[in-house]
């Protein structure tokens, strides 16, 4: 006598009937393995039941509708867990096995999610649901870099909730936003509250910058005179115009001259700035700049000036090529 058992309390032993199933097995020696399994289909004695038949599973080797054993299952999902759609789906090709890269994905999201660990400092921050509308906050254990959750908003009021949930978190990383500030105090009065690293270098940057730009005017573009031979003096070259940190003949000068002279002179005939670039086949936002540059030596002031870089020892052969 044989009997299956149904659910949770009810077994049976009436066979409906039976079929054959065929899963995909892992492959063996580069080639594809497909089982040929006669399974048996029972009929539930409950009257009461929803389901009138069922199939018996192979523990270990089959699950209902799948399509693969447990161990190809098992097998793919590691793949995706290493390489994710596109490139577990061509690992899964080279093992001997057929798979789009959404189904490699689908395999990870079946995945249950893992326990959740205490978390002793937590870093908080933003993130955009839709930029420049709709922000939430994203917590990150900062021990193993994993996130832990998202809250929906960015409200004082939710992370002080989440927070007060965790009576456990010693420390909390966070920006200087007001209202994480808020939160995380009213939250967990005992964490001890540190600014981010990011932040405190994403701000020292800003300030840099700005500090530099507001003094731009003070640094000068230092150009060192060649030295001069002693037995025969060469000619000298004309000077340039005066704060112009390109010398006259530098190829990079004498184009920007040239564009900005005849961007000027189309505008005085009477083009609009859409004809001067389809002539010139410029873009709109090069055109502007050449026609709002009273003249070229305004489009030669930049960011880039005096930075040192690995070409200036090969800029005499450049330019005479």
Request: hydrophobic share 40%; proline share 7%.
């Amino acid at each position: 006598m044989i009997s299956f058992r149904l659910g949770a309390a009810d077994s049976s032993s009436r066979i409906h009937s039976s079929y054959l199933r065929f899963p995909a097995d892992v492959p063996s020696a580069g080639r594809r393995v497909r089982l040929c399994l006669q399974v048996r289909r029972f009929t539930c004695e409950n009257a009461w039941c929803e389901r009138r038949t069922f199939v018996e599973q192979v523990p270990g080797l089959t699950r209902r509708y799948g399509w693969w054993t447990e161990r190809l299952r098992s097998m793919l999902t590691e793949v995706g867990l290493a390489l994710a759609g596109r490139a577990g789906a061509r690992m899964a090709r080279v093992l001997g096995v057929s798979v789009s890269r959404s189904t490699v994905l689908r395999l990870v999201d079946a995945l249950p999610e893992p326990d959740a660990l205490a978390t002793r400092v937590v870093g908080v921050d933003e993130y955009a649901m839709r930029k420049g509308c709709v922000y939430g906050t994203v917590l990150v254990d900062v021990e193993t870099c994993r996130p832990v959750d998202l809250l929906p908003d960015r409200e004082a009021s939710s992370l002080a909730a989440w927070l007060a949930e965790r009576p456990g978190i010693e420390v909390i990383c966070r920006d200087r936003a007001p209202f994480f500030a808020e939160g995380a105090t009213t939250g967990a009065p005992q964490a001890v509250q540190v600014a981010d690293r990011w932040h405190l270098w994403h701000n020292l940057s800003e300030a840099a910058e700005r500090c530099v730009a507001d003094h731009r005017s003070c640094l000068q573009v230092v150009v060192p005179e060649p030295a001069k031979a002693q037995s025969s003096p060469e000619p000298a070259e004309p000077e340039s115009p005066s704060g112009s940190p390109w010398p006259s003949g530098h190829r990079f000068a004498d184009r920007t001259r040239a564009k900005h002279a005849t961007v000027h002179a189309l505008l005085a005939s009477g083009h609009s700035r859409r004809a001067i670039g389809r002539q010139l086949r410029m873009t709109h936002r090069t055109v502007k700049l050449f026609a709002d540059a009273a003249s070229p030596e305004d489009l030669f002031r930049g960011q880039w000036q005096g930075r040192p870089s690995k070409l200036d020892k090969f800029q005499p052969y450049l330019d005479d090529r």
